[in-house]
């Protein structure tokens, strides 16, 4: 396997560029993504963006598993990285991998977050504000205006409540209190606030002013549905440009992102200007005002409007196509017991994706081990589809965590942008895909969207799982308890009528005395020492604490009194090295065993257990705790 000690773009004629983004497929991000790699070609730049499935915000163990792919990010063979900081929750997710960069010598543009030692984008989302305001007020002449703010003391709300209140004053129009509402940037807490105020009187407002779009496509379905009429009764504004507003009738006026400007930006300061000492390190973009309808103004011209519909069509012709591989595929691994085999069984689906090449990758030891997660050092499954050529493989390879996937240099003479994903099992971060896909297709969406119902789906299956092992386990010694042992046990002897079965039956001596004498904490110590020792000794055979100190070990199959013995010896042997680990307990952790064998014919399992139960109460009586019996007294 070639190793590429330099960056990736040695020796060629263009840059690689890293982008880095925490829950891409957020629309507005998606946006930019899509707008880096339709210009990246024309300015000589190859991108791979890194992204997770998470914003982080729970902080589990699976997020904790998600940030493991910027550990992958190679820092030091790219031209420079692309930092989307306002998609993480918290600094510590990405700084030490600014850090990292910055020891290279890689420059980092850091969007929307000032950084020390970075370049810094800053999107300017007050002047464009202050521009609808002003074209409500100002232009239009509306004089009662009300505000639907976001959170009482958010930075973003306070900014723009602010500007409500200084074009106001401005234009000689007393700020009221009563006029301002909280919708806290989301549907339920907006449709309140109308509800609030429509009990004030709807009469008196002549605009409705909206923080974001959210917010404003809310405020005008509830004006719509009581029949009022926008922009003639009452006008409404937004601000943020999300993807919803392209539908709205009429369509919003609102704040859009200048994303033209953005990429331009992103490429001018990663032209060989950069390398200059004197070369600036903030940057602002501005904004853009988005002329619609719903303020009172023609807006977006009909043949525009009509253009919007084709274009939806189109996506939702493509979301259909894609939802029938999609539901298949979820279909099918839904029903998959093994998480492993989801990812071992895609390759028959990759060519119905519309993927131009499609990695993934995934850590051998981790399907042997629980725990196991990425390393520096990986056996990796490594599987490759490539649209081109029509070529597919799969095979295992040493290779370190760090480079991805094998010759990444090489592959990216023959694509402009990749996009790097990881993958869970099990709630662990076990592997990550590669996907060289089209942009302009929903397939790099609704890939991250399979991925993230994937992990939901395993977070169900754990939850379900959990919830029987409440119901059926015991909760002292992890052990099956009465009601999860009769759940295994009939499918046991049902299959197992020619065969052969042992039962031991064990109960722990003296188990009265420890609670009065110790406490009951001191027994129930006791106990899951007990437990662990059976645990240990019975490997995959059938345990249960049935009662009290009984614990109940039922086999079937070939040979069931050997392995019986073996069992009972192991036992006894975990008692005994317990007992001189521990010579200071004041007493000895002792059990009575019984064992029954017999072939399962007609006889029940309540036979069984009967049998050996005489058998270890007769051990019991006698005192013969340290000789077996292992037939009937």
Known sequence: MHMNTGKYSEGKDYKVIAFIVAFFYNDERLDMIRAAAKECGKHNCKIVFYSTLSDFYNHDLTDMGEKKIFDAVSVEKYDAIVLMTESFKQDEDYLHMVKRAQAAGVPVISVDKKLAGCINIHFDYKSVFQKIVE??????????????????????????????????????????????????????????????MEKKGLDDVDAIICANDVMAIVAGNYLTERGYHIPHDIAVSGFDGIHMEKYCVPRLTTGIYNLEGFIDTIFHIIDDEIQKEDYPKD??????????????????????????????????????????????????????????????DMPPYIKDMRYRDFWYCMNVPAFKAQNANYAAKMRVMHYHYSETDGTSGEKNIDMDFGELIPDLDDYLQTTDYMLVMTMHMEGETTGYTVVSFDIDKFWATAYSTFLVNFRHLQEMRNTYRMMVDTYRKDPLTGLLNRTGFYHVVQTLMENSSDLEMSVIMMDMDHLKMVNDTFGHMEGDFALRTLGNIVKNSVGQELAARIGGGEILIVLTGEHTSKRAEAIVEAMREGIRQHNLQNPDKGYELQASIGTYTNHVGNHMLDYFMKKADDIMYAIKYRHHREVPVTQEP
């Not at 940057?283 to 619609?292: A, E, F, P, R």
């Open 283 to 344: 940057w602002t973009i501005h904004n853009k005002m988005q002329i619609g309808r719903s303020c009172g103004c023609d807006g977006v011209l009909p043949e525009y409007a009509a253009f919007e519909m084709v274009q939806l069509k189109q996506d939702i012709d493509s979301e259909i196509k894609f939802q029938g591989t999609m539901g298949q595929m979820v279909t099918n691994f839904a029903n998959t017991e093994s998480d492993t085999r989801v990812f071992l």
């Open 135 to 196: 074209h409500m007020i100002e232009y239009h002449g509306y004089r009662k205006v009300n505000f639907i703010a976001g959170f009482p003391d958010n930075t973003f709300s306070d900014e723009r409540l602010a500007v409500y209140k200084e074009v106001l004053e401005r234009n000689g129009i007393p700020y009221e209190p009563d006029r301002v509402y909280y919708g806290g940037f989301w549907s339920d807490p907006t449709l309140l606030a109308m509800e609030e």
